[in-house]
T-cell receptor
Framework: DQQVKQNSPSLSVQEGRISILNCDYT??????FLWYKKYPAEGPTFLISISSIKDKNEDGRFTVFLNKSAKHLSLHIVPSQPGDSAVYFCAASAGTGNQFYFGTGTSLTVIP | DAMVIQNPRYQVTQFGKPVTLSCSQT?????MYWYQQKSSQAPKLLFHYYDKDFNNEADTPDNFQSRRPNTSFCFLDIRSPGLGDAAMYLCATSKWGGNTEAFFGQGTRLTVV
């Protein structure tokens, strides 16, 4: 059973606009959330994370928002750049365990 | 640069012929993971080590084994690869496990012929 879900397989955005990628989770024990970016034929690259004690974390153009009551998080990329075109994976973990659970990814295309 | 290195990047093996994938890290992380990723699917955790402690996922087939001879190296052994084992295999490391970020290697693309 998929505990982390990314319901949008793909997203297209114009360069300079905001990209919003969404992620939902079902396990209320999850308390640490991460976003990864993946280019074809490469491993995922860590982007940004957030602990459940926060509702927002920002790093440059990337901001992650966490809504614990809705079990939902989102990644905002502003402004979007063509180099941001990649597959973005959401991941979650529970502090008591070592495992990371991943979503199926959203393929972002930024159109110049 | 400190990193996670997987070898080889591409591996072709024959149906039923044992194959070993390797992973090394210079991050001195305690936890090492092996994930299997098939096209358009989420990476699926096969097993992980916390130091020398091995943790197998309940649904990982017996065909998959792992070894971690020291902190830096971890191996994935597939004893009798089937066509369904063709996938990208990702190694990752994490300093303390679930509440610290995991860093991935480049992956090994396994083809079974």
């Amino acid at each position: 059973d998929q505990q982390v879900k990314q319901n949008s397989p793909s997203l297209s955005v114009q360069e300079g606009r905001i990209s919003i990628l969404n992620c939902d989770y079902t396990n209320s024990m999850f308390d640490y959330f991460l976003w990864y970016k993946k280019y074809p034929a490469e491993g995922p690259t860590f982007l940004i994370s957030i602990s459940s004690i926060k509702d927002k974390n920002e790093d440059g153009r990337f901001t992650v928002f966490l809504n614990k009551s809705a079990k939902h998080l989102s990644l905002h990329i502003v402004p979007s750049q063509p180099g941001d075109s990649a597959v973005y994976f959401c991941a979650a973990s529970a502090g008591t365990g070592n495992q990371f659970y991943f979503g199926t990814g959203t393929s972002l295309t930024v159109i110049p | 640069d400190a990193m996670v290195i997987q070898n080889p990047r591409y591996q072709v093996t024959q149906f039923g012929k044992p194959v070993t994938l390797s992973c090394s890290q210079t991050l001195n992380h305690n936890v090492m993971y092996w994930y299997q990723q098939k096209s358009s699917q989420a990476p699926k955790l096969l097993f992980h080590y916390y130091d020398k402690d091995f943790n197998n996922e309940a649904d990982t087939p017996d065909n998959f084994q792992s070894r971690r001879p020291n902190t830096s190296f971890c191996f994935l052994d597939i004893r009798s690869p089937g066509l369904g084992d063709a996938a990208m295999y990702l190694c990752a490391t994490s300093k303390w496990g679930g509440n610290t970020e995991a860093f991935f290697g480049q992956g090994t693309r396994l083809t079974v012929v």
